[in-house]
Nanobody, 119 residues
Framework: QVQLVESGGGLVQPGGSLRLSCAAS??????????MRWYRQAPGKERELVAT????????TLADSVKGRFTISRDNAKNTVYLQMNSLQPEDTAVYYCKMSLGGLYDYWGQGTQVTVSS
């Protein structure tokens, strides 16, 4: 089955930076066929879409709350999607999940990685 392995989370002070990685494996089609997204979920809150990147990386979308601070990118040669997070704030504290989609038919989720922003 498809496997998504996330890494890069941790504890950081306000104003700091982290880069999350999501490495995909055991998928059927070429990685470039998949739409990739990052979500996050804080305790007691609904899961929130953070960022989206198109198949070839040419089109990206960011939630208003992270525009100007976060950047989503992908390296299809490495089967990996990234989320660069700068100027982190306590409100960014959440579990961050990678999602891999093929049209509207298949959705795959990573296990999540914890990001904690605290002084």
């Amino acid at each position: 089955q498809v496997q998504l392995v996330e890494s890069g989370g941790g504890l950081v002070q306000p104003g700091g930076s982290l880069r999350l990685s999501c490495a995909a494996s055991r998928f059927t089609f070429a990685f470039s066929n998949y739409l990739m997204r990052w979500y996050r979920q804080a305790p007691g809150k609904e899961r929130e879409l953070v960022a989206t990147i198109s198949n070839d990386g040419g089109v990206t979308t960011l939630a208003d709350s992270v525009k100007g601070r976060f950047t989503i990118s992908r390296d299809n040669a490495k089967n990996t999607v990234y989320l660069q997070m700068n100027s982190l704030q306590p409100e960014d504290t959440a579990v961050y999940y990678c999602k891999m989609s093929l049209g509207g038919l298949y959705d795959y989720w990573g296990q999540g990685t914890q990001v904690t922003v605290s002084s």
